[in-house]
C-alpha cells in the first residue's frame, strides 16, 4: 500500500509520469481496490474521519490516462472514459432499472439501488437504499442502512484531494429533495426533513434550548432537522436567508427504520 501511494503522489507532482505504463497501472490498482471496498476515499477512525487524499488523487489522475469508449447497453448508448459497474448479482446488490453505478464506487451487499446515480469514489453500506431520482456523488461516503430518499443529492467533493467528502453517517434518514454538499458531515442517525439544503456555510441552528446554538458543516447525531430561515441585514434591507434548525432529537428507544413522517410529528411538525 506505502508503495502505491508513494507512486501516485509522486505522479500527481510530476504528471509526465502518468505516460509510464507501470505508473498506469498503479492508478488502476487503486482504482480497483476501491471499486471492491479494499480501500477507501475516507474512513471513520476514533468516530471522526480520516480523509485518504493520495487515493482522491488516483481518481483525478485516473480520468487523463482512460479512452473515450462506447458502451452498448440494449438500446441505450454511453460514451465516456469510466465503464459501468457490473456483477451486481455476485456482489448481493439489488439495482432497478435505470439505476446507474461507474466502476471505480464501492456498494457493499445489501445495498439497494432504485433508478439513481452513484460515482466514482463513493461507497454506499449496506442495507442502505438509494431512492428513486437520487444521486451519490464523487468520493461521498454513504453509511450503513441510510435511506437516501426520492430526488436526494449528495454532493461530491474531488478537488481539493485533501477536502473531506460529503459523508452520511449510518442509520441516517435524508428527506425527498435534500441536497447536501460540500464535504457536509450527517452524522449517525440524524433525521431531514424534505428539503433541507446543506452546504458548508449553511447555518445549522439547535433551536431546542433557551438560545440557539449555531453549527457549520455538520448535523450532530440524532438530530431531526427541518427547513428553516433566519434574517439577515443587507445594504437593501433585511432579507430572509435559508438555513437548517434542530428541532429536536430522534430518541434512542425509536426504531431506527421509522419512518421520516414518524420521527417529524415526534416533535409536531406537519409534513
Known amino acids: ?17 502518468i505516460k509510464d505504463s507501470a505508473v498506469q497501472s498503479s492508478i488502476r490498482e487503486v ?10 476515499v475516507a474512513e471513520p477512525v476514533d468516530g471522526g474521519w480520516k480523509v485518504n487524499d ?50 471505480g464506487c464501492f456498494i457493499e451487499s445489501g445495498a439497494i439501488l432504485m433508478p439513481s446515480y452513484v460515482n466514482i469514489g463513493a461507497y454506499v453500506g449496506t442495507g442502505t437504499m438509494v431512492d428513486t431520482w437520487a444521486t451519490v ?14 430526488g436526494v443529492g449528495i454532493g461530491g467533493v474531488l478537488e481539493p484531494p485533501q477536502a473531506s467528502p460529503t459523508i452520511i453517517e449510518d442509520n441516517c434518514f435524508i428527506g425527498s429533495r435534500c441536497i447536501v454538499v460540500e464535504g457536509v458531515r450527517v452524522r449517525k442517525e440524524a433525521v431531514l426533513g424534505a428539503n ?7 447555518h445549522i441552528i439547535d433551536v431546542t434550548g433557551s438560545e440557539p446554538i449555531t453549527y457549520r458543516g455538520e448535523v450532530p447525531e440524532r438530530s431531526v432537522v427541518i427547513p428553516g430561515s433566519y434574517t439577515k441585514q443587507f445594504p437593501a434591507g433585511e432579507y430572509q436567508v435559508p438555513c437548517a434548525l434542530i428541532i429536536g432529537k430522534r430518541q434512542e428507544s425509536t426504531d431506527k427504520k421509522v419512518s421520516l413522517n414518524e420521527a417529524l410529528r415526534d416533535h409536531s411538525v406537519a409534513v
Open 31 to 40: 482504482i480497483e481496490m476501491v471499486d471492491k471496498g479494499k480501500l477507501r
Open 196 to 202: 433541507v439544503v446543506l452546504t458548508n456555510s449553511t
Open 1 to 17: 500500500m506505502d508503495q502505491l501511494k508513494n507512486v501516485i503522489e509522486a505522479a500527481w507532482e510530476n504528471r509526465e509520469m
Open 54 to 103: 493520495w487515493v482522491k488523487k488516483a481518481i483525478v489522475l485516473f480520468f487523463p490516462i482512460q479512452k473515450m469508449e462506447t458502451i452498448e447497453v440494449g438500446p441505450f448508448e454511453f460514451h465516456d472514459k469510466i465503464p459501468l459497474k457490473k456483477n451486481y448479482a455476485e456482489q448481493g446488490v439489488r439495482v432497478v432499472p435505470h439505476a446507474i453505478a461507474r466502476y
Open 137 to 150: 456523488g464523487s468520493c461521498a461516503q454513504i453509511g450503513q442502512h441510510v435511506h437516501l430518499s426520492g
